[in-house]
């Protein structure tokens, strides 16, 4: 008995100081709003928004509730996010690869990159990529088409917009693709454990994601036309593109800051993993008669990404929570239109403020599980 | 002789305790923002983050503006020194917050007085000390002289967490032209946007493009439109609550426009001791106990009138003599056409 108890007794005395300071901090806040006729409730979340938002993935205007001025600010928040892991991943596995380059030229360049980038505060560098880089931009009017067919300006990047025909034709085409790669996958697998014989089945599958949507065009009657952006006069010196698609400024500048950002991080977690796998498993591979790209794909790489992913999730989160740094270039994410328009026109601070926060707190623990569902995937399994 | 000592202490202390129970309980009436501002021995008090002309500090530190007197005219009167005041800048977005949970004690800081603030977030508008209307500034060489002129796909920049933000949208919506809101934090960023040629119009109260306006790389390049698309009386705000504060509040800000209303000036106000006018001498403590109510003494409007001037003055002093604004519009005395009017002080 007195045993259990000193075994429950720091753990009860911890919850029950928990509970307490969240109800005094709750009650605190219930008899200082109630003393200032502050009323609490989420029912505004239902009232009109009346303010318009410059950027939005689904339909919005004023006219909608916050509710829907609160999905616009979630989604362009994952938008970045997504954009900004994307090429984060690309860059940081290109740069922590470039590290370990006996090339002396590209190692010390990589090295440069990455001590240059981590080393200045992100806020800052977002505020030289919004203010300094792109303000040297030309106007609309000034731009020199890319390709004939893009503008960068500094009013944003204005692209061609497909236009589909049949486009439901050419989607089923890719999800035939897709299916037919998986069945060859698996059948390919289980010829190479009953029989040993390999198929190409990296060969094969871009040959069917390519020839697949192909066909569709051919046969299928698909077609793609684009929406080319033109120039449109607003007054004597003021233009704008119309047409296509654009995308602004200050996504871009985030979405290039929070990548440069990042990408030095996850190259260190990139050349550790590699460098981490020991030099006699790589010889042991190679003396077994593997080639080369043989011995990074089925030796290297798998070891090496138990060691890279952990701390790479770290930095995918990181990537998330830092986007909310956007309110200072006028990115509409989740905190400039809901923590800071929705939460200036309701004065619903604590209501608003704890919808935020719940809001990154289940974003970062969905990536933190799908990155801990690929790391046990990729786990040593013990037999 | 010693009988009784016992008992004398026992009546002494009692004593001291109810008169020690009186005098606190009538400072708790006089005012809880009030008596923890003497205590402090300074005026809390929530400004722009700089906005020329209204509320903004020099290399030196030093506030200036028509929204910066009117929380010195509240520390000369309870505090006897028009510079023991606190500033605090604050963003739009921080201001509520930082007033309702008691970082400061007065804002005043170009707010719009709506319905919607009054009423509904714990705060209490306490008077007008600006008249002001949203505006569009735009490029002279743009050639738009009229938002007639505005066409489908515009770009405007402005602040977030304004009314600015919710008159934008009725004007534009009312007009049905599409156009690009780019609303950032902080009032230098949507200048240094707009200067840059990310948006083709910039809006805000125009009082504020006036004074914005100075800031920019050549000033003469800009024009504000005529059209003003709607009405923004600017005034202190106070937690809701208190209402003795309030009335301190509204009353040093009437005290300075009726005190111009007369005629007296920081430089005339102690001889206007011995005015004819009743009304004058109300104003500068000499007739009346017309700080009793406030408990506060009989001067605390000379102070006001002496330490910081009249209302004109500071406007002259802050807006107009710095070029933002020298024509003084709706801001002018009700007796000179303007629609400044405020409830008299006896």
């Known amino acids: 008995m007195n045993f259990k108890l000193k075994d429950i007794g720091p753990q009860l005395m911890t919850v029950i100081a928990v509970v307490l300071v969240f109800g005094f901090f709750t009650y605190n806040a219930q008899v200082n709003m109630e003393n200032r006729g502050i009323d609490f409730g989420y029912g505004f979340l239902s009232q009109e928004s009346s303010f318009d938002v410059q950027f939005s993935l689904i339909e919005y205007d004023g006219s909608h509730s916050y509710f829907r001025a609160y999905l616009v600010g979630l989604l362009n928040t994952i938008l970045v996010s997504v954009i900004g892991i994307f090429l984060a991943t690309i860059l940081g596995v290109l740069v922590g690869i470039a590290r370990l380059s006996p090339n002396y030229l590209i190692n010390k360049f990589a090295a440069f990159y990455v001590e240059f980038f981590r080393n200045i505060p992100l806020l800052l560098q977002i505020f030289f990529w919004y203010f300094a880089a792109l303000r040297a931009l030309p106007l609309p009017q000034d731009a020199e088409a890319m390709f004939g067919i893009s503008f960068l300006t500094i009013k944003g990047l204005f692209v061609p917009a497909f236009i589909w025909e049949n486009f439901n034709i050419f989607f089923y085409s890719i999800v035939a693709a897709i299916v037919a790669i998986i069945v060859i996958r698996t059948h390919a697998k289980k010829v190479q454990e009953t029989q040993g014989k390999q198929i190409p089945v990296l060969l094969i599958s871009i040959g069917l994601i390519f020839i697949l949507p192909l066909l569709s065009f051919l046969i299928g009657g698909v077609r793609l036309s684009f929406e080319v952006p033109v120039l449109k006069q607003l007054a004597t010196t003021s233009f704008i593109y119309e047409g296509g698609v654009s995308l602004p400024p200050e996504l871009i500048a985030l979405a290039l800051s929070l990548s440069l950002y990042t990408a030095t991080f996850i190259a260190e977690c990139v050349r550790a993993g590699i460098q981490g796998v020991g030099k006699g498993q790589k010889e042991a591979a190679a003396s077994i008669g593997l080639t080369q790209n043989q011995v990074l794909k089925l030796v290297v790489m798998p070891q090496a990404l138990r060691i890279i992913i952990p701390p790479t999730t770290n930095q995918y989160l990181n990537l998330t929570k830092n986007s909310s740094l956007a309110a200072a270039i006028a990115y509409p994410d989740l905190v400039l239109v809901f923590a800071g328009t929705a939460l200036m026109q309701t004065g619903k601070a604590i209501e608003i403020v704890s919808i935020t926060m719940f809001t990154y707190l289940s974003l970062s623990i969905s990536i933190s599980l799908f990155m801990n569902w690929y790391n046990n995937k990729i786990a040593i399994t013990e037999k | ?346």
Not at chain 2, 121 to 139: A, K, P, S
Not at chain 2, 296 to 307: A, C, G, M, S, V
Not at chain 2, 336 to 344: M, N, Q
Request: proline share 3%.
């Open chain 2, 1 to 346: 002789m010693f009988k009784y000592l016992k008992q004398l202490t026992s009546l002494v202390a009692m004593v001291a305790v109810l008169f020690t129970f009186t005098t606190e309980s009538m400072a708790a009436k006089k005012s809880k923002t009030l008596k923890n501002t003497q205590k402090k021995g300074f005026v809390r008090c929530g400004v722009s983050q700089g906005l020329p002309g209204f509320s903004n500090a020099d290399a030196a530190g030093n506030w200036t503006g028509v929204d910066v007197d009117v929380c010195r005219a509240v520390a000369a009167a309870v505090l006897g020194d028009a510079n023991k005041v606190k500033f605090t800048p604050l963003s739009a977005k921080e201001r509520f917050t930082a007033l309702t949970s008691g970082e400061i004690d007065i804002l005043s800081r170009n707010t719009t007085w709506t319905l919607s603030r009054d009423a509904d977030i714990g705060l209490t508008f306490v008077g007008v000390n600006f008249y002001d209307g949203q505006g569009f500034m735009v490029r002279k060489s743009s050639g738009i002289t009229s938002t007639s002129q505005f066409k489908n796909g515009i770009s405007a920049c402005t602040n977030i967490g304004t009314t600015t933000e919710l008159n934008m949208r009725d004007f534009f919506n009312s007009r049905g032209i599409s156009y690009e809101p780019v609303a950032f934090e902080k009032a230098d960023e949507v200048v240094a946007a707009y200067d840059a040629g990310r948006c083709d119009t910039y809006t805000t109260d125009k009082s504020g493009l006036a004074a914005q306006r100075t800031k920019m790389k050549n000033p003469d390049e800009h024009i504000v439109l005529p059209e003003t698309i709607s009405k923004e009386p600017l005034g202190p705000v106070v937690r809701q609550g208190d209402s003795v504060w309030e009335d301190i509040v509204r009353w040093s800000l009437n005290t300075m426009i009726e005190a111009e209303e007369y005629g007296i000036t920081s430089s005339n106000a102690d001889s206007m001791k011995t005015s004819d006018n009743p009304q004058i001498k109300r104003l500068v403590g000499a007739e009346g106990e017309m700080g009793a109510a406030f408990g506060l003494d009989n001067e605390w409007n000379l102070r006001i009138i002496k330490q910081v001037g009249n209302y004109g003055e500071s406007y002259k002093r802050n807006i107009a003599d710095t070029g933002i604004l020298p024509d003084r519009g709706p801001n002018e005395l009700w007796t000179k056409g303007g629609i400044l009017y405020v409830p008299p002080s006896r």
